[in-house]
């Protein structure tokens, strides 16, 4: 089975593309996008995108729904900048976009200190949910 690249978008300037490995299954909604699985009940997970020469194609991915809010956010580590440090950012899955102060891209210098910041998303979201927003 073809693994393609998938791009998250938009890609932030002066950043690279995030870049996820996802099976011909998961591409095509036939499996769950974040654990593979084949079983059990799936539901509509946005999109990840391939590239396709100059542009990209969009593909409508499938998940189980207690994945959802779990892996609405995962850390990445950055490529080194120009000190060699390799800092992390967020990927916020639900619109395929990294985690943002306003216009810059949220770092953090540990992978440990992005993990505090998904609890206390993820904390929230939760509060969203039980109120119906
Ligand atoms: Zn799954």
């Known amino acids: 089975m073809a693994e393609l690249a998938?791009?998250?978008q938009p890609q932030p300037i002066g950043l690279p593309p995030a870049n996820l490995?996802?099976?011909d299954a998961q591409l095509h909604g036939r499996a769950c996008v974040h654990c593979g699985?084949?079983?059990?009940?799936?539901?509509?997970?946005g999109h990840r995108y391939t590239p396709d020469g100059?542009?990209?194609l969009g593909w409508a991915v499938a998940a189980h729904p207690e994945h959802l809010?779990?892996?609405?956010?995962?850390?990445?580590?950055?490529p080194p900048d120009e000190h060699g440090r390799r800092p992390w950012a967020i990927i916020n899955?639900?619109?395929?976009?990294?985690?943002?102060?306003g216009e810059v891209v949220?770092?953090?210098?540990t992978h440990h200190s992005?993990?505090?910041?998904?609890?206390?998303?993820?904390?929230?979201?939760?509060?969203?949910?039980?109120?119906g927003r």
């Open 54 to 56: 100059r542009g990209r």
């Open 21 to 23: 490995t996802l099976t």
């Open 114 to 131: 992005a993990e505090t910041f998904m609890a206390l998303m993820r904390y929230e979201d939760a509060a969203r949910a039980v109120a």
């Open 6 to 8: 998938a791009l998250a």
């Open 93 to 101: 899955h639900q619109n395929a976009a990294w985690e943002t102060d």
């Open 69 to 78: 809010i779990a892996a609405r956010y995962e850390a990445a580590q950055l």
């Open 37 to 45: 699985d084949t079983d059990g009940r799936l539901v509509p997970a």
């Open 106 to 109: 949220r770092r953090f210098p």
